[in-house]
């Protein structure tokens, strides 16, 4: 019988996967198991939210790629793993047995201070159900006079969106709806040069985006701050840190002390060694690597190498993530700033810049590979 290689979740680095085994499939059966048909690209969604994408430009369609990689598509969620046992259990009831497994399922946003404000509280993530959203947001913010949207989080997510909901609010011409961003006590943008933060502040000055720094808790008005003040939210927004999928606390895989897959050099578990995950859903017990796309996509063709050779015996690589990741943060209008390690630039060549490597990662994974 063929061994089975089952791919939980869609994510950014299991679309190299998808790819190399179009190009060159080792003899095994595979399943994918994704709750959607469809993979919504973060880095463009500020970009969709003011008009610059239509929602099929950020959209990646998982079924061409799987059925260039003969892979069997199963639309469900995760939501155990027994690895002892080689079984991942899935929503609809059904069980897999595998050979190997490969885990790209991404992270939540933490939400749990926020929670007390209701149905005011949006979480970006799921990105599907925030994009549903969105449109609604726009459409009560032109209604009603004094529209206030609170984007809570201060890092890369929380700026790019705050920024993208003014100068929607603008495009739409919602004249009396402002917009809030609030960041820890730490500042925006921890982890990147003052130059970037000081770049961004001055522009979410010139914008008239109020920056607050403080712990922010839900309440059923909006939103109270550690600092004492209170402020009336029609809409918050979390883009607040990363917590594991609480599925993952039904595994018996070695997480770390938050929760998350820890995993080695070689993106392997270090429980199980058939089980391999990239990105947001787990960790390096070896280096210390921020959850973002950019390391995502980056470990996605040493994903592949590792299942192919885990499967045939082969030897496996190791991800060497580059000392320095490129970030570019949409800033609302055709108009971005690059983050390089100490170095940062600005300027509506950014954004283009940002938008042909955009474009060519969504073009890359449009074309059906043989
Ligand atoms: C607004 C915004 C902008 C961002 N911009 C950038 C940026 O410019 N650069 C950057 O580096 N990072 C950026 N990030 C961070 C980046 O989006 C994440 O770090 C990245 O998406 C993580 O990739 P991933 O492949 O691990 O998971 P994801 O991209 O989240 O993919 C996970 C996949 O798994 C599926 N899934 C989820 N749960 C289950 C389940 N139970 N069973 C099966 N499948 C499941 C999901 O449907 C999804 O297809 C941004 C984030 C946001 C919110």
């Known amino acids: 019988m063929k061994q089975r290689l089952v791919l939980a979740g869609g994510g950014h680095a299991q679309l190299s996967v998808l790819t190399a085994l179009a190009r060159k499939s080792p003899n095994v059966e595979v399943v994918l198991v994704t709750p959607n048909t469809h993979q919504i690209y973060s880095g463009m969604l500020p970009g969709w939210m003011v008009g610059h994408y239509k929602k099929e430009d950020c959209c990646i369609d998982l079924r061409p790629l799987a059925d260039a990689a003969r892979v069997r598509l199963v639309l469900a969620n995760m939501i155990g793993i027994n690895a002892d046992h080689k079984c991942v ?4 009831g059904s069980h897999f047995e595998y050979d190997a497994l490969s885990i ?3 992270s939540e946003i933490n939400t749990s201070w926020l929670e007390a404000a209701g149905e005011r509280l949006l979480s970006v993530k799921p990105l599907d159900n925030f994009v549903q959203r969105w449109p609604k947001i726009l459409a009560a913010a032109l209604q009603q006079d004094d529209y206030q949207l609170v984007v809570v989080g201060g890092g890369a997510a929380g700026v790019e969106l705050a920024f993208a909901a003014q100068y929607a609010f603008i495009k739409q011409r919602c004249k009396h709806a402002s917009v809030a961003l609030i960041a820890s006590q730490q500042g925006i943008l921890p982890g990147h040069s003052t130059g970037v933060k000081v770049r961004s502040r001055r522009l979410l000055e010139q914008r008239g985006i109020t920056l607050f720094q403080a712990q922010a808790v839900g309440t059923a008005e909006g939103i109270t701050l550690s600092s004492g003040e209170s402020l ?3 809409c918050i927004i ?3 840190g990363a917590r594991p999928p609480a599925w993952l606390r039904n595994t018996d895989l070695k997480l770390d002390e938050q929760g998350y897959i820890l995993v080695d050099a070689q993106q392997r578990s270090l429980s199980h060694p058939n089980v391999f995950a990239a990105g947001d859903v787990c960790i390096r ?22 299942l192919f050779a885990s499967i045939c015996g082969q030897k496996l690589r190791s991800y060497r993530p580059r000392k320095r990741s490129l970030y570019l943060l949409a800033t609302g209008p ?14 509506r060549w950014v954004w283009h810049w940002k938008n042909w490597i955009d474009r060519g990662f ?3 994974y449009s074309v059906v590979h043989h």
């Open 104 to 106: 790209n399922a991404g």
């Open 238 to 240: 979390a883009a607040t």
């Open 334 to 347: 055709r108009h971005a700033i690059a983050s390089w390690g100490i170095a940062s630039v600005q300027g």
């Open 285 to 306: 017990q070896d280096i210390r690597l921020a959850r973002s796309g950019v390391h995502a996509v980056f470990t996605g063709p040493v994903l592949a190498h590792n």
């Open 89 to 92: 259990e899935l929503s609809d």
């Open 362 to 364: 969504m073009r890359k």
């Open 232 to 234: 009336r939210a029609d």
